[in-house]
């Protein structure tokens, strides 16, 4: 689970440096990825894996980017493309519309898309979504779904759970909007039919060079693996 790919501003606030992976950083990341033989794979292909019994590669691993900063196109996706890797990204899509210059662009969704990358929600705004009438849950996570399949041309699967919070019914509205999934922001490594809709991730900080990567995976092959 990354965020900003990019060296944090000089006034940057405590939040900001930890979820902060400069350029080359990421780089080292992706190159200890590919010497140890990591493959890189989808949502839908650990759906697929874990609903239908569909083989996976030996070392799969999903690279995933919330928010959807434009630091993800100028950074993130040149790197993936020179390492043979493909991300996961999950767009606000307010920010897109409103044309924010630290988010994505509609034009550069559309290009990552098309350059192998998957796209998928965040929801519009950002916001928790507990507590929610239907009405506005339903304006939140199929409203983003379908302004990004309006771009990419391409299904919208699998949301993110904003701040990683959620309940009941949010999970309800997704399956009934013909979402697969989707992820938290829990730590954690294992996957489980019929846990499609609370999937955990590693949180990657600020702070991991390579070799703290490589400690974070070799424990998570022993078992081990610690936050």
Known sequence: MYHYISKP???????????????????EHLVYLRAEGYT?????DLAFALEQGRELPPKPIILTFDDGYRDHYW????LLRIYGFKGTFFLITSVIDQENPNYLSWAQVSEMSAGGMDMEAHGYTHTDLRGRSVDYLVWQVLGAKEAIEARTHKPVRFFCYPSG????????????AHYWGAVTTQF?????TGELFALKRV?????YTAEDLAKILEGIGAG???P
């Open 203 to 207: 949180r990657i900080h600020g702070r």
């Open 75 to 78: 950074n993130a996706y040149p």
């Open 224 to 226: 081990e693996a610690q």
């Open 165 to 176: 919070s959620y309940d009941e019914k949010v999970v309800a509205v997704l399956r009934s």
């Open 188 to 192: 954690g490594w294992e996957h489980h």
């Open 9 to 27: 501003p000089r006034n940057a606030d405590p939040i900001r440096l930890d979820l902060s992976v400069p350029p080359t950083q990421f780089a």
């Open 40 to 44: 890189s794979i989808t949502l839908s």
